[in-house]
Nanobody, 124 residues
Framework: QVQLVESGGGLAQAGGSLRLSCAASGLAFRNYAMGWFRQGPGKEREFVAAISWSGRTTYADSVKGRFTISRDNAKNTVYLEMNSLKSDDTAVYYC??????????????????WGRGTQVTASS
């Protein structure tokens, strides 16, 4: 049974930082690109960042230069370091797993497995 479990969410002041983690189990981690998405109140789920097994990354323009995605393949864990938080970053953040096809994909429909999400609130 595949499980993705996010942690590390919480409340931070605007300009502050948070680090999210997503622990994966039940899947061949090396066969999956891992992504972070978020869904704010009344909004669609949107792409944040993705990373391949080898460490190739891509980011949404809205977070480029502020957020960093990384993964520890030995621990089957992916991270999202969030700096310079803005109130617009407030959302539930989800971790997803996309079976590797050679490119990083930003569409949520490609992601096969999802975690339950962790709330991030950036207060101004």
């Amino acid at each position: 049974q595949v499980q993705l479990v996010e942690s590390g969410g919480g409340l931070a002041q605007a300009g502050g930082s948070l680090r999210l983690s997503c622990a994966a189990s039940g899947l061949a981690f090396r066969n999956y690109a891992m992504g972070w998405f978020r869904q704010g109140p009344g909004k669609e789920r949107e792409f944040v960042a993705a990373i391949s097994w080898s460490g190739r990354t891509t980011y949404a323009d809205s977070v480029k230069g502020r957020f960093t995605i990384s993964r520890d393949n030995a621990k089957n864990t992916v991270y999202l370091e969030m700096n310079s938080l803005k109130s617009d970053d407030t959302a539930v953040y989800y971790c997803g797993a996309d079976r590797w096809v050679g490119v990083l994909r930003v569409g949520a429909s490609y992601y096969e497995y999802w975690g339950r999400g962790t709330q991030v609130t950036a207060s101004s």
